[in-house]
């Protein structure tokens, strides 16, 4: 319940959460931003509001596959015909009934009421009450068609996944996406000792986990805000998911290489390389977008790396002044993000079979570019935060196939937790639920002295 203080200031933990809903389903904000940028607006909420908030919305974006089937059930009207404001009501109410047991149903329906008749939609709160209480009378008979509605997922993901893995490594994966993501953090043990910026991380009421990945990775729990964190506001650590860290460790630098990260932001894997070269070397990282520049300079300011350029600019177009000047190439490219999905939850409303093989196509055109940039025995490491073959295996095989490189034998490099048969060929797909992170595919590469039929192709 609100206190009087927020009715004073008119806000209503709900509306916000319909508000954000709207946002990022009918006018295709993007979740984490959107979402973000109402918390920090309304910080002054109470935690437990700010919590309801985003469990309504993560929860509402990751069933809303599902959810959409249920009002198909129950509901006279056709989800693509309802009014906007009507659907996102609908959606929101029916994760409530479903999925928070704290909540009476009866209240979730008389407030769903409440926000369409404050909506100016007075002639539609009889259909929402009805639709609603339906759903709440039923939900204990409710079943579903297949693995594809009951976790939620596009056809052509689940098609695509069930092509390439067993059924029941299918649905580890989904399960995982539909659990809450565990905040990963990297220690950065160049500023503090580790266990003092663990004991400052207990005296703020945060749970501290070892990941079980290194000890310079760890799991945080009852955490409000990061950037409220004594450790975070002194560079002691950094937000980084576990896959993100394995890029760095499968590239295995070496203090004095100069390196360049083509599209580094957000910038965690460039501040892991600064933090392994220990104050040496040069870390150069690249992105077209300037607002994203800026945050990564933040950064680097607040972890103190001195050997941390960022630089502006499109990685499809060739630096003259960087060919063959490269010790490393981090080649973490745009890609369809289907294996984040389990912390930004509407790319799987957004993402597109044509929108993958786009962006696989765009990897290509990058890779055809940066490579050069790479000194002959130098490594390049490409990556993606995704679990599609064309993007991932596909791509790996045609950079080998047509450019001076060979894999690297990874086997041992991240760690005993990590043991792949691929990895002996120079790359692993991590997947969700088999690994505690997020889906993510990396492979690394050596270059090499250049054939005289490479040369002839012009490659």
């Not at 404001?85 to 329906?109: F, G, N, T």
């Amino acid at each position: 319940m609100m206190t009087n203080e927020k009715e004073r200031k008119g806000v209503n933990p709900r509306e916000l959460a319909l508000d954000i809903l709207l946002e990022i389903v009918e006018r295709d904000g993007l979740s984490h931003v959107v979402l973000s940028q109402a918390l920090s607006k309304y910080q002054y909420l109470e935690k437990q509001d700010r919590a309801f908030i985003t469990r309504v919305t993560e929860g509402t974006l990751e069933y809303l596959i599902q959810i959409d089937y249920v009002l198909g059930r129950y509901s006279s009207v056709k989800v693509e015909k309802m009014k906007p404001v009507i659907r996102a009501l609908l959606r929101m109410s029916v994760y409530q009934i479903l999925y928070m047991d704290r909540i009476p149903d009866s209240a979730v329906c008389n407030e769903a009421v409440k926000l369409a008749a404050k909506r100016r939609f007075q002639g539609l709160k009889g259909f929402v009450n009805g639709v609603l209480r339906t759903v709440s009378r039923n939900k204990g008979q409710l079943t579903f068609p297949d693995d594809r509605i009951r976790y939620s997922i596009p056809r052509w993901i689940y098609d695509m996944w069930m092509e390439e893995y067993p059924k029941e490594t299918v649905r580890k994966v989904l399960e995982a996406f539909l659990d809450k993501s565990r905040l990963c953090v990297r220690l950065c043990a160049g500023r503090a000792e580790a266990e003092a910026i663990k004991d400052s991380l207990i005296r703020q009421g945060v749970l501290v986990e070892d990941s079980g990945y290194g000890d310079d990775l760890v799991f945080l729990d009852h955490v409000d805000y990061v950037e409220s964190l004594e450790a975070f506001q002194k560079g002691w650590i950094q937000i980084q998911d576990l896959s993100s860290a394995m890029v760095v460790r499968a590239a295995n630098p070496q203090k004095g290489w100069r390196c360049i990260d083509v599209c580094g932001a957000p910038g965690g894997k460039s501040l892991h390389l600064a933090e392994v070269l220990g104050g040496t070397g040069q870390v150069e990282v690249r992105d077209i977008s300037h607002s994203k520049a800026d945050l990564i300079e933040d950064s680097v300011k607040r972890l103190g790396y001195s050997n941390v350029t960022v630089t502006v600019m499109d990685a499809l177009f060739k630096d003259e002044k960087s060919v063959e000047a490269a010790d490393l190439v981090l080649a973490d490219l745009p890609c369809s993000g289907l294996g984040v999905m389990g912390r930004k939850p509407d790319i799987k409303l957004r993402a597109t079979r044509q929108s993958a093989e786009d962006l696989a196509q765009l990897q290509r055109d990058i890779l055809s570019v940066v490579w050069q940039y790479v000194k002959p025995g130098g490594i390049l490491v490409y990556s993606t935060c995704t679990i599609n073959r064309k993007e991932n295996q596909d791509n790996a095989a045609w950079f080998s196939d047509n450019f001076p490189f060979e894999p690297v034998d990874i086997r041992g490099r991240l760690g005993d937790g990590i043991r792949e048969d691929t990895m002996e060929q120079g790359y692993v797909q991590l997947l969700p639920g088999i690994y505690p992170c997020d889906g993510f595919f990396l492979a690394v590469f050596r270059r090499v002295e250049e054939r005289a039929e490479d040369r002839v192709k012009g490659i």
